[in-house]
């Protein structure tokens, strides 16, 4: 059976993601305004979370369930690294 993976951006002012899999709704969203630390919800509970390690590298660390399949964690890796090059672009 293939499932499908779905990512939304409801708002371009908002670091926020709704990723939608196998019927299940999860988000990613920033967990501030002024840090790059983003976690992963299911429903109103934090599963996971993805930061760098430190404010002078580029290194992050994902700390995601291992419940998700590898594509899904991989995806939702790529998307905060995504929306941390377009933060430093402005």
């Known amino acids: 059976m293939q499932r499908s993976l779905r990512a939304e951006k409801p708002s371009a002012f908002f670091r926020r993601y709704l990723l939608r899999y196998?019927?299940?709704?999860?988000?990613?969203?920033?967990?501030?305004?002024f840090r790059r630390k983003f976690i992963l919800l299911d429903g109103s509970q934090q599963?996971?979370?993805?930061?760098?390690?430190?404010?002078?590298?580029?290194?992050?660390?994902?700390?995601l369930p291992d419940t998700l399949p590898l594509h899904l964690r991989a995806f939702i890796i790529w998307l905060a690294m995504m929306q941390w090059r377009r933060d430093r672009n402005g």
Do not use: K, V
């Not at 019927?23 to 920033?30: I, K, N, P, S």
């Not at 599963?47 to 700390?63: K, L, M, Q, V």
């Open 22 to 33: 196998a019927d299940r709704t999860y988000t990613l969203e920033a967990a501030s305004s």
């Open 47 to 63: 599963i996971g979370s993805i930061a760098p390690i430190s404010a002078f590298t580029r290194e992050a660390a994902a700390d």
